[in-house]
DNA sequence: ACCCATCTAGACAGCACATTCTAAAACGTG
DNA sequence: CACGTTTTAGAATGTGCTGTCTAGATGGGT
């Protein structure tokens, strides 16, 4: 019935996580994102309605990557593995994890936001994870949700091991073995609660 | 002899950090400088060379701004003092923390890198910066240093604090009082050896 | 074999930006 | 009080980008 389409969703999206991971979102204008798949510009537009929308899918798809990575975890209330865990997940997928750890959505996402559609799904993957951070708490915790609390969850299984990947991730070169144990040793000395 | 100029560099470096500050690099275009200043564009260019040369300028400056507050106590071997040191800076101006923090070198210049001249102050404000984390880590260690030692150091002192805060730099409002309290129980936590 | 919705293909228009250019204004010194 | 230098002032230029437009290719269903 209709011409099979040569190009799919998904590798504009992977060619755009990969510019950006390498030369900062600036290197991800649409002639480059083409020209990487190997398609013309116009193309993109027939599965995108703009740039912003490509930004977007590809930020929506490595976050919900890697709050899947997290997640279960969370959820079983074991806070230290979750930390650990995103050590394989940005090794699995070095450009993934540059592209969704090295940026702030407001430097992505600062000239035009996404479309709505776009914007409610990163919502509701916000949301999830979230409340995966509120069960881990409640687990472990005492009853009440201070504020303080949650900040301190994020920090500890989020920010933190962040912080401690962001220099090799930067450099690009592979994330060193004393990672693991820094993350561990954190954990140990300044707990949840 | 010579006409009096209306506007210094440092009036551009400032509008620079503020609009950065506000609504991300691309907000800081040579046109929004200029109008933030109350200059016309050209002007800019009797000072700086280029749209880099301002933004490295201003980087340059906050960086020194920075470094200049925890360098002392990093020196006198008090990491947790220069950790928490950070805060008053921050409070004592939020745009530049703003600016300094939340943006990666990355993206400030993914395009076109700032003239050597900057680049070179840059690296001696960097090269001085990591000299006190070497002089605090000799002061209450044991002699050989380990790349680990100092990765360490840096995330204890510098990332982490820094993590702390980036939300609530995001978001824009106060610092919270447990950003002291979470950073204080960080280091007693997990000391620097 | 034909049809036609969907795609490829790439040129094109419009816009925003960095940078340059021309003209005029200011100012302290000789 | 004129001169030369530096600055203001803002228009003009050139570039590179996003998003659009036209033409043609494709391929399964009939």
Redesign the pocket.
Known sequence: ???????TEDDFIEATVALVAEGGP?A?????IARRV??????????F?????VLGAAWNAAYASFTAALTPLLQAGRPCEAALAILPWARASERRARFLLLHEPVTLFED?PPPPPLRAELERLEEGFDAAFRACIAARGDGILRDEDLARAKFLIFDAPIAILRPHLQRGGALPPFAERMIAELHAGMPLT
Chains 1, 2 share one sequence.
Not at 38 to 47: C, D, E, K, M
Not at 49 to 53: G, I, P
């Open positions: 019935m209709v011409r099979t389409a040569r190009f600036a991800a204008t649409m002639q480059a190997g398609a013309p510009t116009g193309s993109i537009y027939h599965r309605e703009s740039r912003a929308a035009t």
